[in-house]
């Protein structure tokens, strides 16, 4: 009788186990998925940050450029001595290249 008692509190203690080490791995992974979304948290306005700064650069640049292509500035370039040596290409001078609907050029 006492081997079955032994049996059946060892089979009791292994059972405890694997129920201790399954809930343990399951609060793990529970705290390991809340730290990964603290992290985020974290990072979150950091990127946005770095997300605005990049659109305020970007229209920084196309007013430059918008500014830069302006039609009087254009003409202003071509009155200085540096550039007065370019021109209007002639009509003959001119490739036109036509593009198909599937984006390939011809």
């Known amino acids: 009788m006492k081997s079955k008692k032994?049996?059946?509190f060892y089979s009791?203690?292994?059972?405890?186990?694997?129920?201790?080490?399954?809930?343990?791995?399951v609060v793990y992974a529970y705290?390991?998925?809340?730290?990964?979304?603290?992290?985020l948290k974290r990072v979150i306005p950091q990127v946005e940050k770095e997300g605005k700064r990049v659109q305020e650069e970007n229209a920084a640049l196309q007013y430059e450029i918008d500014r830069?292509?302006?039609p009087r500035?254009?003409?202003e370039l071509a009155r200085q001595p540096q550039h007065r040596h370019?021109?209007?290409?002639?009509?003959?001078e001119v490739i036109v290249v036509e593009r198909r609907s599937d984006g390939v050029e011809e």
Do not use: G, Y
């Open 86 to 92: 370019l021109r209007f290409p002639s009509s003959e």
């Open 73 to 75: 500035h254009l003409l």
């Open 31 to 39: 705290i390991d998925q809340r730290n990964h979304l603290t992290e």
């Open 12 to 25: 009791l203690a292994i059972r405890v186990a694997i129920c201790l080490c399954s809930v343990s791995f």
């Open 6 to 8: 032994k049996q059946s």
């Open 68 to 70: 830069f292509r302006d």
